[in-house]
């Protein structure tokens, strides 16, 4: 199997990375390691361990930033299997020999995707990284990776494995568009790709104050609302159903905002009673009681607090509401 490997400048990380790749129970693998323009002596360690191990294959990518390098890195890969890998975090030594059992038991038109667990050098890891490792554990313990996917990333960067064949018909990192983890999720979502859960841990995720996600413009709104409005519209958006909207807190203004350069004639849903019957944008807010006047409605809910969205799906669920087919969450 291929691992590709973007690197810029982990100098403090990557050793401990590539220890941990060359501490795999599975031992065919290649590492294709690409190095982005580092300043400091990322090139020089991966040139280090190259030279003492032969399936560690270095590429300079000639255009900078993850995605180029990405990019880059793709047709050097020789393996029948794909997956990929960050230079700042760290391998459990079963990892790569779990996924590619899991993957021989299905085959092309799989997906084999895992949990994850953050970890830090020092302090605590924050909390909103504690809840999305178990959120993403509990999708991939249920196989709810397409029912959750505008939610967010269902399966991130580093944790999968696919045919080089299906990920070449999906076109994956083709499109230059951050994140590049979910856009690719959507692109399984899209080619039909069947994804298979692992419930165990199969990456370590650092964090620390210099991950991109953290300082790269493109990551900081991480609602990605552009991203799965363009997706929902052209894979699930169904015209001959009324679309309703749910929910008229910060978040569900500012999808508001957006939706409307996608469709005009939305039924805006609160359960603010403060808000009903009110105009936001030009759009009355009904209560959630109007869905029943509906004939099979598409319903996108878009509320923060995590106990609310637990009592509206109880509440869809009750209408007769399935998801997929009739509701999404987008947070």
């Known amino acids: 199997m291929s691992i590709i490997m973007a690197a810029k400048n982990t100098e403090p990380f990557i050793s401990s990375c590539l220890d941990s790749i060359q501490a795999q129970t599975y031992t065919n693998w290649e590492l294709i390691a690409v190095n ?4 400091d002596r990322t090139a020089d360690i991966l040139k280090e361990y190259a030279k003492k191990d032969s399936r560690i294959k270095i590429i300079n990518s000639k255009r900078e930033k993850l995605i180029p390098a990405l990019k880059e890195g793709v047709p050097h890969c020789t393996g029948e299997l794909l997956n990929r890998m960050d230079s700042d975090d760290r391998m459990p030594k079963y990892k790569l020999e779990v996924l590619v059992n899991e993957w021989m038991k299905y085959g092309k038109g799989h997906v084999i995707a895992g949990g994850t667990k953050h970890f830090v050098e020092s302090g605590e890891v ?18 709810r990776h397409y029912e959750e996917i505008y939610r967010e990333c269902v399966i991130p960067s580093h944790c999968w494995i696919i045919h080089k064949d299906d990920f070449d018909r999906v076109k994956g990192f083709q499109p230059e568009v951050y ?32 991950r991109i996600s953290r300082t790269w413009d493109e990551y900081k709104d991480n609602r990605y609302f552009e991203m799965k409005l363009r997706y929902f519209f052209e894979l699930d958006r169904d015209h001959r159903r009324p679309l309703v909207l ?33 105009d936001i944008y030009g759009i009355r807010l009904h209560s959630s009681d109007h869905i029943s006047q509906l004939i099979n409605p598409q319903i996108i809910v878009v509320v923060a607090s995590p106990s609310d969205q637990v009592q509206i799906r109880n509440k869809l669920d009750c209408m007769g509401k399935k998801p997929i087919t009739d509701y999404w969450f987008f947070n």
């Open 36 to 39: 982005d323009h580092s300043t």
């Open 126 to 143: 924050g909390g909103g990284f504690l809840r999305y490792d178990a959120w993403l554990n509990e999708v991939a313990k249920n196989g």
């Open 179 to 210: 994140p590049e983890d979910y856009d690719l999720c959507f692109r399984f979502y899209k080619n039909n790709l069947k994804i298979i859960g692992i419930d165990r841990v199969l990456h370590y995720w650092r964090d620390h104050s210099i």
């Open 246 to 278: 749910w929910g008229a807190g910060r978040n569900g203004k500012d999808f508001a905002l957006q939706l409307s350069d996608y469709e005009g004639d939305v039924i805006w849903i609160t359960d603010n009673p403060k808000k009903v019957g009110k």
